[in-house]
């Protein structure tokens, strides 16, 4: 099957008409093949947008709203159909997909769509200078937007919503080794009454159409989640354009768990927080920390659960943990493995790669649990991500926010206690974007979301995405 660009509402080919494979990670095998657009391409989006940006940047409130609502919808009634497709596309388990992925995706729409409708500016009155100075908060113009893999149309439609519910017009690239929901849902956008050149979606890889993207200068602003090294490559190009920036990288989350915590609760979620995705998700809480009086009934309780974890096919519905997204990444992991033994660290569980029957040639890997002698080793410190944690224990409050905090990252945190006043001390503390206490990956859209440090730069989510896709233009008017 060909993907095609989604330009100005219709579907095309690559101008120069050149052709990327695209893999289905859970039998190895090339199912379809995915543009692999140059300049030209990304040009032609631009011009749609641009076309496209004068009227809807000026259509009302609500009629914007209605038809991203319209967009949620539809994905909502096409579920199995984008549920399938995710799945297929990047390994990830069939039931994961339809749980998580498709519902996100349709939310970001309904979100954002109802959000607009509520999103307000301040106004400032200058008492004494007889003067009122209110904020407008106009969309940029065209925007791009560019989404990694391991959540594929989540993350995808996570910035697109955002970013039309504000006015903008969008050229959009999503990951080229998970295509496909990106594609199809070019097609709903159609139906929903998307007006052409709103959302265009150029296919292709990083390094080229990504590239062309955010050097191109009258794209304004670019919203990019991915990896570190990629962020600071694309800020080091976009900068010196003077583009905004929102920069959603990578990370090295820790869980902290005290020994007065909820321990059923705790155990049944660090398995979640470890392995859900294959541990493919940025918020995984891959540094797992544990009170040392509970260290051993921890490690032991730990080990038995993950090792009743099912690797399998993503379509077969006993599936936990379904295929990596492409075999680079599964030897990237599995490379991790052989680094951390040879640090001293000791694989408590997995480790190993798994075939599966009948689909021999597929990226999968057993969950993995490493006691790690040291919080300074390797396989502690660079994110792996993958379906591999370590383990080790700490004896005081202060040690382990201290090695919590000896991490170039600073996305997420999960603080397992029930001392209220060591939550407050801790999460003052935490250098990171978010602190989960007790709880991991519950989201409330409207929460500011993104990472300190080499996680990031800026904030998604809530009227913190309104903004990041508006300029404020301050207009002070002098009355007396
Ligand atoms: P990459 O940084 O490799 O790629 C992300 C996106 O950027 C892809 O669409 C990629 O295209 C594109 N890209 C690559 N090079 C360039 C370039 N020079 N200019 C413009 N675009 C480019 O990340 P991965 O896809 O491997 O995703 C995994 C990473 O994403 C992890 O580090 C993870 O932590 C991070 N992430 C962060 C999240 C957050 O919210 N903080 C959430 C989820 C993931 P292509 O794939 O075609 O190369």
């Keep these: 099957m060909k993907i095609q660009n989604y330009i100005n509402g219709g579907f095309v080919n690559p101008i120069q008409n050149n052709w990327i494979d695209n893999y289905n ?17 990304v040009e032609l989006a631009y011009e749609s947008a641009k076309k496209a940006f004068p009227s809807w940047s000026k259509m009302t409130l609500e009629h914007r709203s209605r038809i991203l609502i319209k967009i949620s ?14 799945s297929k596309d990047n390994g990830k388990p069939l039931s994961l997909a339809k749980k998580i992925d498709i519902p996100r995706a349709a939310s970001n729409f309904r979100f954002f769509g109802n959000a607009i409708t509520q999103f307000a500016s301040e106004s400032h009155e200058s008492i004494g200078q007889g003067a ?3 904020t407008l908060r106009q969309p940029i113009g065209v925007v791009g937007c560019i989404s990694p893999w391991n959540l594929p149309l989540y993350l995808f439609t996570w910035k697109i919503a955002p970013a039309i519910a504000a006015g903008n017009c969008v050229v959009a690239k999503p990951s080229e080794i998970t295509p496909m929901t990106a594609y199809l ?40 989640t991915g990896g570190t090294a990629t962020g600071a490559h694309i800020a080091r190009v976009a900068a010196p354009m ?4 929102s920069l959603e ?5 820790p869980n902290i768990i005290f020994a007065d915590c909820d321990y059923d609760d ?12 294959q541990g493919q998700i940025c918020l995984c809480g891959s540094r797992i920390f544990v009170e040392a009086s509970i260290y051993n009934r921890f490690k032991k309780d730990f080990v038995e659960k993950v090792k009743q974890l099912k690797v399998g096919h993503p379509s077969d519905a006993s599936t936990n943990i379904g295929a990596l997204v492409s075999k680079p990444h599964l030897e990237k992991v599995a490379e991790y493995i052989e680094i951390a033994k040879e640090e001293n660290g000791k694989v408590l569980c997995g480790g190993e790669i798994v075939t599966v029957k009948g689909s021999e040639n597929g990226y999968y890997l057993q969950p993995t649990v490493i006691e790690v002698p040291t919080d300074e080793c390797r396989v502690n410190q660079e994110e792996i991500f993958g379906p591999v944690v370590t383990i080790m224990p700490f004896n005081t409050e202060e040690e382990v926010l201290e090695m919590a905090n000896k991490v170039k990252y600073g996305l997420s945190t999960t603080l397992w ?17 978010i602190v989960w206490v007790n709880t991991w990956m519950m989201r409330d859209l409207r929460t500011p979301f993104g990472g300190v440090k080499a996680s990031g730069v800026g904030r998604e989510g809530g009227f913190e995405a309104l903004r990041f896709f508006t300029e404020a233009k301050n207009v002070c008017i002098k009355y007396e």
Excluded: W
């Design 25 to 41: 990670p859970s039998n190895g095998e090339i199912y379809g093949q995915i543009p692999n657009s140059s300049s030209k391409d």
């Design 73 to 86: 919808e539809l994905l909502e009634a096409n579920l199995e159909q984008f549920a399938a497709a995710e």
């Design 132 to 134: 009122i100075n209110y």
């Design 185 to 224: 849902l070019g097609e709903i956008c159609t139906k929903a009454g998307l007006p052409k050149g709103v959302l265009n979606i150029v296919h292709g890889l990083g390094t080229t159409t990504g590239q062309v993207i955010v050097a191109h200068p009258d794209i304004k602003a670019i919203s990019f």
């Design 242 to 245: 003077f583009k905004k920036l």
């Design 249 to 253: 990288l990578g990370g090295k989350n």
């Design 266 to 277: 705790m155990l049944e979620t660090s398995v979640r927080s470890s392995f859900t995705n």
């Design 417 to 433: 206690t029930n001392d209220l006043k060591r939550t407050m001390r801790m999460s003052t503390q935490l250098q990171s974007g």
